[in-house]
């Protein structure tokens, strides 16, 4: 892909996640008893004027809007559109900051406005980012040329642009990490941790001592040491390479161990075959999803449940499971194989949980999806933890991914190097530097 348009991505991806905490504070002005929380929108605007007004619409003016609006007539309206809500956007911002001003002064006046303003703020922001996604971004890929694609990407590449280079977004960067720790919920996700119980206090259901693995005479795992609580999210992040994925085939037990022990349910399960440990209630979504691609949606859910016998539970599940992910229900006569990327990847989790797994590993869910559709993707994660399900995250995305877990693991080079809380994790300068790009 595009360097310019994974930057784009990106970008959308974080102001995404902005959005949402927008939105958790946008829902706390709807009540009339609470004043709102002035410091953090004053951080959230001021990332809106500096980073998205200042660099993020700029650059994308300047190179993609420019170059798709010189190749096609559709382009050049499409890019008009978008180009007047970029123009729009300084005037709301403001007007949104003068509100906020004096309703923090004379609370509750104004608040009734301010609330409306910001709800109609955040849905335009939005369907902005959205649009651009999924109209903006295939167009540009049809009708842009290699010397085209070469002049964008050069200068997205550019990482001594004063003004959009790497010292400038460094900044933006810090000042996101803040927004996202500060927010109300973890990272703003909307769902409130109140009413789950203490998952610390859960009995441990998997746990891996000092694992080794290796490929012929490369180790790939070297003294892995993790443990999962019954109802835990626990998410595992690491760079390319690390050994995430072997440890889940390890603990899936479709990939040998060399060292070291798994137990899972007190059950000492280092040399079970896999199939032992599918029954005893280990399911892995494996990486890239993997669904059967002739089969429809319904006979796939219907294989992921093929240890069951409980044909009303099964019905019943499959309906949870179109609840869940209800464009799956849309299309449940499809064959799986002709679903994008993001439905395939809900499917292989629906198809998962079919089987009532105690355990639930996935393998970087969220990995070639565009920012929509990992939103959607998380939100779902987030879902399972609500209900109580024990899931360990393998993720890239290691913000959003510390963000909503409940205790985490950092793996390098075969070995587990740091754990902790979720938002001990985000915090930890290591972590900061390494993985979260700040
Ligand atoms: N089939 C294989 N044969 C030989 N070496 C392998 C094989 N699969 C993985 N490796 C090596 O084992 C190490 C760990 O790989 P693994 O796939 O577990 O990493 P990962 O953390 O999942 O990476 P990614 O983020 O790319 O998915 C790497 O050095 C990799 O090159
Ligand atoms: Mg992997």
Redesign the pocket.
Known sequence: MSQALQTISSEHRSMWQVSVVLEELCKQCADPTQKPDAELFEQILDYIEQYIERVHQPKEEAYLYRAVAERTAEGAAMIEQFRREHAQSPEIVASLRRQLHRLVKHFPEGREQFHADLESYIALLRTHIKREESELFPLARKVLNDVDWDEIDTAFADSHDPQFGEESKAKFRALLSRIVNEAPAPIGFGVAREGRKDPEAHPVLLSVQDLSSH??R?Q?LRGVTIEVRQGQLVALV??????????LRAISGVQKVSGGAISFAGQDITHARPDQRVRLGICQVP?GRQVFGPLTVEDNLRLGAYTRKDADAIADDMEQMYGMFPILKQKFRQAAGTLSGGQQQMLAMARALMGRPKLLLL??PSMGLAPLLIQEIFNAIIALREQGKTVFL?E?NAHQALSIADRAYV?ET?ETVISGTGPELLDNEQVKSAYLGI
């Open positions: 490929y012929g490369i790939a690491g760079a390319n390479g690390a050994g995430k994925t072997t440890l990486e393998d970087e393998v890239q793996i075969g």
